[in-house]
Nanobody, 121 residues
Framework: QVQLVESGGGLVQAGGSLRLSCAAS????????MGWYRQAPGKQRELVAV???????NYADFVKGRFTISRANAKNTVDLQMNSLKPEDTAVYYC???????????????WGQGTQVTVSS
């Protein structure tokens, strides 16, 4: 079994900062990439940022220059530092991991439960 647990969401005023963390645990053999997606009410889920095991990153245009994704020192943990937050950043943020479990040769996608980020104007 694999679990992805997010933390760090909450309520913040516009211009403020939040740091999201996601820790993957369970019978993990290796992780190819971890990232963050978000979904606002009435909208589709969209990519925010991804980081691969090699350290390369990919960001959505609407967060470039404001958000930074990084691997934490803790094993199988990824952080998303969010600065200069805007009301339009309000959404449920989901952690995602592309990984292999001990009993499977194929890479599969796993998702966290989501954490609410609310930015007030």
């Amino acid at each position: 079994q694999v679990q992805l647990v997010e933390s760090g969401g909450g309520l913040v005023q516009a211009g403020g900062s939040l740091r999201l963390s996601c820790a993957a645990s369970g019978s993990i053999f290796s992780i190819n990439a971890m990232g963050w997606y978000r979904q606002a009410p009435g909208k589709q889920r969209e990519l925010v940022a991804v980081i691969t095991s090699g350290g390369s990153t990919n960001y959505a245009d609407f967060v470039k220059g404001r958000f930074t994704i990084s691997r934490a020192n803790a094993k199988n943990t990824v952080d998303l530092q969010m600065n200069s937050l805007k009301p339009e950043d309000t959404a449920v943020y989901y952690c995602n991991a592309a990984l292999r479990i001990i009993t499977n040769l194929r890479v599969g996608d796993y998702w966290g439960q989501g954490t609410q980020v609310t930015v007030s104007s």
